[in-house]
T-cell receptor, first 109, second 121 residues
């Protein structure tokens, strides 16, 4: 059974304080690893897809990396508007996404 | 692009009533997914369609739940009869599948709608 574990559950940062979120996974036949951002009362918003170990993608203050066992979402010099829940999901041959429980990020000014 | 459209955005109903949730996927997408999100279980797949055909309904909790996709631009998720434990946020997502079935392709990104917040009293 596919398993996705995210840590920490919650993270509080000061504005400008860089950090990383972790997503570890156990799957057979990874097709892709996805990062989504979810704001309260809204649907998940797509951020990145990573397909193979060693791959990296960047978008503004966010950078996602992938190894054979885990993915990291690095947040550099975060701002209050980066506050959200960040969800990691894996896609296998079954095609549907298996989500982790998310990391609730709060960035204080 | 309007994105994935869901209706209603909020639904409050009484136990035993029928509930119908609606979804319009992004134009041109050929796959549609229904997910449910709760505090206890997070986001879970209920069912997905490819080219309007149900492919995997293993996540549908029980016979009270049914889903249809009569055409490429519309899908419904019905709960009959509804129970308090069905209270959750229901998301619809759509994607465009690329690559050959079973091959190294088939990579795709799912785009989510705003969700329907359901409360069953």
């Amino acid at each position: 059974e596919d398993q996705v574990t995210q840590s920490p559950e919650a993270l509080r940062l000061q504005e400008g304080e860089s950090s990383s979120l972790n997503c570890s996974y156990t799957v057979s036949g990874l097709r892709g690893l996805f990062w989504y951002r979810q704001d309260p009362g809204k649907g998940p918003e797509f951020l990145f897809t990573l397909y193979s170990a060693g791959e990296e993608k960047e978008k503004e203050r966010l950078k996602a990396t992938l190894t054979k066992k885990e993915s990291f979402l690095h947040i550099t010099a975060p701002k209050p508007e980066d506050s959200a829940t960040y969800l990691c999901a894996v896609q296998t041959g079954r095609r549907a996404l298996t989500f982790g429980s998310g990391t609730r990020l709060q960035v204080q000014p | 692009d309007a994105g994935v459209i869901q209706s209603p955005r909020h639904e409050v109903t009484e136990m035993g009533q029928e509930v119908t949730l609606r979804c319009k996927p992004i134009s041109g997408h050929n796959s549609l997914f229904w997910y449910r999100q709760t505090m206890m279980r997070g986001l879970e797949l209920l069912i997905y369609f490819n080219n309007n055909v149900p492919i995997d309904d293993s996540g549908m909790p029980e016979d009270r739940f049914s889903a249809k996709m009569p055409n490429a631009s519309f899908s419904t998720l019905k709960i009959q009869p509804s129970e308090p434990r069905d209270s959750a946020v229901y998301f619809c997502a759509s994607s465009f599948r690329q690559g050959l079935a079973g091959g190294p392709g088939g990579q795709e990104t799912q785009y989510f709608g705003p969700g329907t917040r359901l409360l069953v009293l």
